[in-house]
């Protein structure tokens, strides 16, 4: 039998460490002896050893003992021993577990307090070149024989020392690579001080790692997948420093506390525990005490490795995806498919079958990629009643097993389905055919609607990348590495993946962009890094791009759309954001203001300016999104008009704030259409306009608000409308059509027996035309009163006809109005019937014709949208002086000046002489009183009417009570002009009213009033020309 013995030797003389205390020399003995004689071998052999009166013999152990099994050694370990790394690593033997040997020159245990210690020491200084020499030479040789003795004499008195030797040697200064062994346990501040003595003597700085003075706990491997495994690391002294956890698998990586992972300390014990086992915690754990003192850094380290079974998901697939049967055919071949992810688990697989009579057969696996498909076949009946299964059962190597259940749906002689077209396979009525992902993760699906028919395809592929990226998004928080630096790495990666919007223009992908956001949401409580927040600012300005538009707003199978999500966590991650200067993108501005002397802060994105009223908020944040307004829901009676700000402040105490915002309208509000200030209502998901207030259209674009969050403008899709002022249009434009029609029938009536002077046909001729002016285009009126019921060309020609009649009527208006004037300023100048007709004619048709003509050229040969509106067949308002309504309105207004005007002077005229006792006589009075009275009746023609006219054109409905009553002033006096008409220039004066009741009555005509006559229109003197 084999037996390792150790002698251990202390003495002062081994090293010559003087003053130094007792140095340690450990001595190892092969001894073949027999088995009875092991109890008594330690107490006979320390004679043969003691020969030297300086040394003493501290102890003597056995380590292994060994035994031939086979003809080759198989060996143990004694209580208190282990097998040493380099056994462990070349033979699988670890601990003090059996360890069967190959040859005859076993391995030797060493002592469970073993301490190993690896280092590097720097030296400065000209005195150590040497051992940068090669390694034959007399130089290298006197140098590292010097730099090991002075080493040795210091490290040897390390209670249990047992050797240091240096490895190798590099460049950087001097750096000397040593491992030392202890084979006792000890202080580790002892080993300090030491190390700390040898830095000084040797003016040097030192770097150790220690293995054995910290322990740690194995658990059992493998370990089960979603177990919870606890991990243990222990001290025998106090190190007064934080322990520090890492893993070592694909990269080194810290492990913190998180979602899957907590770390537990005390002064000597420290533990790791992990939830929800999985591949990610596959590795080699360390626990890392480190210390350090001048020039001297120690890790005392402890390690072990955990293997974990694997448990994964199983996608299902049959071939062919609808087995079809066909006449006479009783039975169908199916091959079933189970795919999973290709990892280093070996599974074994286990096939069954339901409602299947027939047997199945393993056709093996082929890998693809990074997957491996595990593949059957079987025969279904084509007559079976109940829907036959194919079942796969992997079971790994801790006995846990997943399962993946195929169900094959059989297309029957004569039932519906989709003829294959384009890659896609037959399939049964009612039924998705599935797809794998031609480049990216994920599949595509096409349904087949009960009638037989394809529907479009729906794709549910993702960009690898981006996949990628959500994956590690997933576990950034489990714990696994320290949280920002994963944040940081996954950021970086999304800024990358997101660059090239081409790549990732879909709605799946789109829905993984926001889940990336989301999910980094919920981890998050703080953003340092500048670089970090740069990537998350840039990432989330990629996905506003424009030309994702159709990606955003394809409609979900749960009718929401990811804009809510993406919004609530850029403001979360805004908000959490350390950033002291503005940030601009493409599609996404950030802007900070610090903290003031003064309460109000501003701030401005995308030319909207945010003011801020509010005490003790130390900064505020305000970011402006493109875009985003068109992917959030919003009320279908109403429209996004603006961007959307969101503003955040770091104080979470701001009840008492007051946000302005000035918003740029995206589109100009059209006139009388109310705009809502509002806010995102995360609970509820939709705008909400609580707390919020529009400052009316003198300031169309600005909002106040009482509280923080993301805001924009909605602009109602159809303009405020007044209750029964549409009905009061209708009844009005009728009346005054009959009106109309009536009163050119009088005129025709009582034509010969009133127009008996040349100022009598002057006024008449003017009325007439005034009346059959207004009477076309009020019919007009009528005819385009539904614009969507007319064809554009007809709603042209209308607006057309209403703007030149319009006109007309007025510019006829003006003729009367300056008639009136020329007769009263001039009372001895008369004009000629032929002249006044002749100038009339111009002024009344050809200067409308004119203005008529020119702005319909000028606005793009009366271009829909340039001189009319398609909405209102009119013309279009775009704001003072804008708009070719301007060219009625400007018109119009001249014309009601000028008509006032000739009113006012002709009252003041006639005042002046009815006062004038010695000039006039009683018939002079009488004419007086008849024109006063002719020319109030007559005043709603000459402007009234368009005084609020002009009122209703700049006056918007939105503004409040004001704007209604003008509107329905204007609505009744506009629309029952016919009627005011009527009642004012035919059944007014009593010659018409004379005139009309002899018609009527078949009496002979009675002679008009001679001094009548002359009141309305002529001088004393009747000369004619």
Same mark, same amino acid.
Request: glycine share 6%.
């Given at each position: 039998?084999?037996?390792?013995?150790?002698?251990?030797?202390?003495?002062?003389?081994?090293?010559?460490?003087?003053?130094?205390?007792?140095?340690?020399?450990?001595?190892?003995?092969?001894?073949?002896?027999?088995?009875?004689?092991?109890?008594?071998?330690?107490?006979?052999?320390?004679?043969?050893?003691?020969?030297?009166?300086?040394?003493?013999?501290?102890?003597?152990?056995?380590?292994?003992?060994?035994?031939?099994?086979?003809?080759?050694?198989?060996?143990?370990?004694?209580?208190?021993?282990?097998?040493?790394?380099?056994?462990?690593?070349?033979?699988?033997?670890?601990?003090?577990?059996?360890?069967?040997?190959?040859?005859?020159?076993?391995?030797?245990?060493?002592?469970?307090?073993?301490?190993?210690?690896?280092?590097?020491?720097?030296?400065?200084?000209?005195?150590?070149?040497?051992?940068?020499?090669?390694?034959?030479?007399?130089?290298?040789?006197?140098?590292?024989?010097? *730099?090991?003795?002075?080493?040795?004499?210091?490290?040897?008195?390390?209670?249990?020392?047992?050797?240091?030797?240096?490895?190798?040697? #590099?460049?950087?200064?001097?750096?000397?690579?040593?491992?030392?062994?202890?084979?006792?346990?000890?202080?580790?501040?002892?080993?300090?001080? *030491?190390?700390?003595?040898?830095?000084?003597?040797?003016?040097?700085?030192?770097?150790?790692?220690?293995?054995?003075?910290?322990?740690?706990?194995?658990?059992?491997?493998?370990?089960?997948?979603? #177990?919870?495994?606890?991990?243990?690391?222990?001290?025998?002294?106090?190190?007064?420093?934080?322990?520090?956890?890492?893993?070592?698998?694909?990269?080194?990586?810290?492990?913190?506390?998180?979602?899957?992972?907590?770390?537990?300390?005390?002064?000597?014990?420290?533990?790791?525990?992990?939830?929800?086992?999985?591949?990610?915690?596959?590795?080699?754990?360390?626990?890392?005490?480190?210390?350090?003192?001048?020039?001297?850094?120690? &890790?005392?380290?402890?390690?072990?490795?955990?293997?974990?079974?694997?448990?994964?998901?199983?996608?299902?697939?049959?071939?062919?995806?609808?087995?079809?049967?066909?006449?006479?055919?009783?039975?169908?071949?199916?091959?079933?498919?189970?795919?999973?992810?290709?990892?280093?688990?070996?599974?074994?697989?286990?096939?069954?079958?339901?409602?299947?009579?027939?047997?199945?057969?393993?056709?093996?696996?082929?890998?693809?990629?990074?997957?491996?498909?595990?593949?059957?076949?079987?025969?279904?009946?084509?007559?079976?009643?109940?829907?036959?299964?194919?079942?796969?059962?992997?079971?790994?190597?801790?006995?846990?097993?997943?399962?993946?259940?195929?169900?094959?749906?059989?297309?029957?002689?004569?039932?519906?389905?989709?003829?294959?077209?384009?890659?896609?396979?037959?399939?049964?009525?009612?039924?998705?055919?599935?797809?794998?992902?031609?480049?990216?993760?994920?599949?595509?699906?096409?349904?087949?609607?009960?009638?037989?028919?394809?529907?479009?395809?729906?794709?549910?592929?993702?960009?690898?990348?981006?996949?990628?990226?959500?994956?590690?998004?997933?576990?950034?928080?489990?714990?696994?590495?320290?949280?920002?630096?994963?944040?940081?790495?996954?950021?970086?990666?999304?800024?990358?993946?997101? +660059?090239?919007?081409?790549?990732?223009?879909?709605?799946?992908?789109?829905?993984?962009?926001?889940?990336?956001?989301?999910?980094?949401?919920?981890?998050?409580?703080?953003?340092?890094?500048?670089?970090?927040?740069?990537?998350?600012?840039?990432?989330?300005?990629?996905?506003?791009?424009? &030309?994702?538009?159709?990606?955003?707003?394809?409609?979900?199978?749960?009718?929401?759309?990811?804009?809510?999500?993406?919004?609530?966590?850029?403001?979360?991650?805004?908000?959490?954001?350390?950033?002291?200067?503005?940030?601009?993108?493409?599609?996404?501005? $950030?802007?900070?203001?610090?903290?003031?002397?003064?309460?109000?802060?501003?701030?401005?994105?995308?030319?909207?300016?945010?003011?801020?009223?509010?005490?003790?908020?130390?900064?505020?944040?305000?970011?402006?999104?493109?875009?985003?307004?068109?992917?959030?829901?919003?009320?279908?009676?109403?429209?996004? +008009?603006?961007?959307?700000?969101?503003?955040?402040?770091?104080?979470?105490?701001?009840?008492?704030?007051?946000?302005?915002?000035?918003?740029?309208?995206?589109?100009?509000?059209?006139?009388?259409?109310?705009?809502?200030?509002?806010?995102?209502?995360?609970?509820?998901?939709?705008?909400?306009?609580?707390?919020?207030?529009?400052?009316?259209?003198?300031?169309?674009?600005?909002?106040?608000?009482?509280?923080?969050?993301?805001?924009?403008?909605?602009?109602?899709?159809?303009?405020?409308?007044?209750?029964?002022?549409?009905?009061?249009?209708?009844?009005?434009?009728?009346?005054?059509?009959?009106?109309?029609?009536?009163?050119?029938?009088?005129?025709?009536?009582?034509?010969?027996?009133?127009?008996?002077?040349?100022?009598?046909?002057?006024?008449?001729?003017?009325?007439?035309?005034?009346?059959?002016?207004?009477?076309?285009?009020?019919?007009?009126?009528?005819?385009?009163?539904?614009?969507?019921?007319?064809?554009?060309?007809?709603?042209?020609?209308?607006?057309?006809?209403?703007?030149?009649?319009?006109?007309?009527?007025?510019?006829?208006?003006?003729?009367?109005?300056?008639? $009136?004037?020329?007769?009263?300023?001039?009372?001895?100048?008369?004009?000629?019937?032929?002249?006044? $007709?002749?100038?009339?004619?111009?002024?009344?048709?050809?200067?409308?014709? *004119?203005?008529?003509?020119?702005?319909?050229?000028?606005?793009?040969?009366?271009?829909?949208?340039?001189?009319?509106?398609?909405?209102?067949?009119?013309?279009?308002?775009?704001?003072?002086?804008?708009?070719?309504?301007?060219?009625?309105?400007?018109?119009?207004?001249?014309?009601?000046?000028?008509?006032?005007?000739?009113?006012?002077?002709?009252?003041?005229?006639?005042?002046?002489?009815?006062?004038?006792?010695?000039?006039?006589?009683?018939?002079?009075?009488?004419?007086?009183?008849?024109?006063?009275?002719?020319?109030?009746?007559?005043?709603?023609?000459?402007?009234?009417?368009?005084?609020?006219?002009?009122?209703?054109?700049?006056?918007? *409905?939105?503004?409040?009570?004001?704007?209604?009553?003008?509107?329905?002033?204007?609505?009744?006096?506009?629309?029952?002009?016919?009627?005011?008409? $009527?009642?004012?220039?035919?059944?007014?004066?009593?010659?018409?009213?004379?005139?009309?009741?002899?018609?009527?009555?078949?009496?002979?005509?009675?002679?008009?009033?001679?001094?009548?006559?002359?009141?309305?229109?002529?001088?004393?003197? &009747?000369?004619?020309?």
């Amino acid at each position: 039998m084999w037996t390792w013995m150790l002698i251990y030797y202390l003495g002062l003389n081994i090293c010559q460490a003087t003053a130094q205390g007792n140095s340690t020399q450990m001595y190892y003995v092969k001894l073949k002896i027999d088995a009875n004689a092991i109890e008594n071998v330690t107490k006979i052999l320390p004679t043969p050893f003691v020969t030297n009166s300086s040394l003493k013999l501290d102890r003597v152990e056995i380590t292994t003992i060994c035994e031939h099994v086979n003809k080759r050694p198989e060996c143990t370990c004694q209580s208190g021993y282990k097998w040493t790394d380099v056994v462990c690593k070349q033979h699988s033997c670890c601990g003090n577990e059996t360890c069967t040997f190959p040859t005859n020159t076993p391995g030797m245990c060493t002592p469970d307090a073993t301490v190993s210690v690896d280092g590097s020491l720097t030296l400065t200084g000209p005195e150590y070149r040497g051992c940068l020499a090669e390694k034959t030479t007399k130089q290298f040789k006197e140098c590292n024989k010097n *730099l090991t003795t002075k080493m040795t004499e210091v490290y040897s008195t390390l209670n249990g020392f047992d050797n240091l030797t240096i490895n190798k040697y #590099s460049v950087g200064s001097v750096i000397a690579h040593f491992a030392m062994t202890v084979l006792s346990s000890f202080e580790p501040a002892f080993l300090g001080n *030491l190390t700390k003595q040898l830095a000084t003597n040797l003016k040097s700085s030192f770097h150790l790692e220690t293995a054995g003075v910290v322990s740690i706990s194995n658990p059992p491997n493998p370990v089960h997948y979603s #177990s919870r495994v606890v991990v243990q690391c222990t001290v025998p002294f106090n190190l007064n420093t934080d322990p520090q956890w890492n893993i070592k698998n694909e990269k080194v990586q810290d492990i913190t506390n998180g979602s899957e992972a907590t770390i537990i300390s005390t002064t000597r014990n420290t533990t790791v525990t992990l939830d929800n086992m999985s591949e990610r915690w596959k590795g080699e754990y360390s626990c890392t005490y480190i210390t350090q003192q001048t020039s001297v850094t120690i &890790s005392h380290k402890a390690s072990t490795k955990i293997d974990v079974c694997l448990n994964q998901n199983i996608d299902t697939t049959t071939t062919p995806a609808f087995p079809r049967c066909k006449e006479n055919s009783e039975l169908v071949s199916v091959t079933a498919k189970c795919t999973l992810k290709k990892t280093y688990e070996n599974y074994t697989v286990d096939w069954k079958t339901e409602n299947i009579s027939t047997n199945i057969k393993e056709l093996g696996n082929f890998s693809s990629g990074s997957t491996i498909t595990y593949s059957a076949e079987t025969h279904v009946s084509c007559g079976s009643k109940e829907i036959p299964s194919v079942i796969c059962t992997f079971q790994n190597r801790c006995n846990q097993t997943s399962t993946g259940i195929i169900k094959i749906v059989i297309i029957s002689v004569g039932e519906l389905f989709c003829e294959a077209q384009g890659g896609w396979p037959d399939t049964k009525a009612g039924h998705c055919a599935v797809l794998t992902c031609p480049t990216g993760i994920g599949q595509r699906q096409r349904k087949c609607t009960q009638k037989g028919k394809w529907e479009e395809e729906e794709s549910m592929c993702v960009n690898q990348k981006l996949h990628g990226v959500l994956q590690s998004a997933v576990v950034v928080g489990s714990g696994l590495g320290a949280l920002d630096e994963n944040v940081a790495e996954v950021l970086s990666s999304f800024q990358a993946a997101t +660059n090239n919007t081409s790549s990732i223009n879909s709605a799946a992908n789109i829905d993984t962009s926001v889940e990336i956001l989301h999910t980094l949401r919920e981890n998050l409580t703080e953003i340092n890094n500048e670089r970090t927040a740069n990537d998350l600012l840039q990432a989330s300005s990629n996905l506003l791009e424009s &030309s994702l538009e159709n990606s955003w707003n394809t409609t979900r199978n749960t009718g929401k759309t990811p804009a809510g999500k993406y919004l609530d966590s850029v403001e979360h991650f805004i908000e959490i954001m350390n950033v002291t200067k503005d940030n601009k993108k493409a599609n996404l501005e $950030l802007a900070v203001c610090n903290s003031t002397q003064h309460s109000v802060y501003e701030n401005k994105v995308f030319n909207v300016s945010v003011f801020l009223t509010g005490s003790n908020l130390s900064q505020v944040k305000t970011a402006g999104f493109k875009n985003l307004q068109r992917y959030l829901p919003y009320n279908n009676g109403s429209e996004p +008009n603006s961007i959307v700000v969101s503003t955040t402040t770091q104080s979470k105490q701001h009840s008492d704030v007051e946000i302005k915002i000035n918003f740029k309208l995206l589109n100009p509000r059209p006139p009388n259409v109310e705009l809502q200030c509002v806010w995102w209502d995360t609970s509820n998901a939709q705008w909400s306009p609580t707390g919020c207030k529009w400052e009316g259209p003198f300031n169309e674009g600005q909002c106040v608000c009482t509280h923080l969050s993301s805001f924009a403008i909605l602009m109602s899709k159809v303009p405020v409308k007044l209750p029964g002022l549409t009905e009061i249009t209708y009844v009005g434009l009728s009346v005054s059509v009959v009106s109309l029609i009536i009163s050119l029938l009088i005129e025709l009536i009582v034509w010969s027996h009133v127009v008996k002077t040349s100022g009598l046909y002057l006024r008449h001729t003017a009325q007439i035309n005034i009346c059959l002016c207004l009477l076309i285009a009020d019919v007009c009126f009528l005819a385009s009163s539904e614009p969507k019921t007319i064809s554009s060309i007809w709603c042209q020609t209308f607006v057309v006809l209403k703007h030149f009649f319009y006109l007309s009527m007025f510019f006829w208006m003006l003729c009367l109005s300056s008639t $009136l004037l020329h007769r009263t300023v001039f009372p001895f100048h008369e004009v000629s019937k032929k002249n006044y $007709l002749r100038f009339s004619i111009i002024l009344g048709y050809v200067c409308p014709l *004119l203005i008529v003509f020119i702005t319909f050229l000028t606005n793009k040969g009366g271009k829909a949208g340039h001189y009319f509106s398609r909405d209102t067949c009119w013309l279009i308002y775009s704001g003072t002086l804008k708009g070719s309504l301007h060219t009625f309105l400007i018109p119009v207004g001249i014309i009601v000046f000028v008509s006032v005007f000739s009113m006012l002077v002709v009252i003041m005229k006639l005042l002046g002489q009815t006062n004038n006792a010695d000039k006039c006589n009683q018939i002079d009075k009488n004419a007086a009183k008849t024109v006063v009275r002719t020319v109030v009746l007559l005043t709603p023609i000459f402007g009234v009417t368009w005084i609020f006219g002009f009122g209703v054109t700049y006056l918007d *409905l939105t503004h409040g009570d004001m704007a209604s009553v003008v509107n329905y002033a204007f609505t009744l006096l506009n629309s029952f002009q016919g009627l005011f008409i $009527l009642l004012t220039i035919n059944l007014g004066e009593k010659p018409t009213r004379e005139a009309l009741m002899n018609y009527i009555t078949k009496k002979t005509p009675t002679s008009v009033n001679v001094s009548t006559t002359k009141v309305d229109l002529t001088p004393s003197s &009747s000369s004619k020309k």
